[in-house]
């Protein structure tokens, strides 16, 4: 499954930016990866491991703005299509699983 987050986040102080920044610095360590400008998906494998991301996000909400958390299926994510100037492009895959004995 997918967890994304979308946001509307104001840039027009300094300390606006600097939250701006931070939220999406803190996403792109958590392993969001961005699809869009305000857009970053990032996979889990579960609804349990979505929702250990989830809470950890709410913990670092920028005090202004809108963000909007949204959990997807991986089959649902597939279905997504891209165009890049009118041409089709492929989505974003999975990242390989490792097992750990």
Sequence with gaps: M???AMFD???????ERKAYAKFRTALLRRGFTMLQFSVYAR???SEEAADVHRHHLHKILPEAGQVR???I???QFGKMEVFCEKNHVAI???PEQLLLF
């Design 92 to 94: 974003e895959k999975p």
């Design 69 to 71: 958390l949204m959990t």
């Design 73 to 75: 299926t991986d089959r």
């Design 43 to 45: 996979y889990c494998s």
């Design 2 to 4: 997918w967890l994304v």
């Design 9 to 15: 986040l104001p840039v027009k102080t300094r300390r």
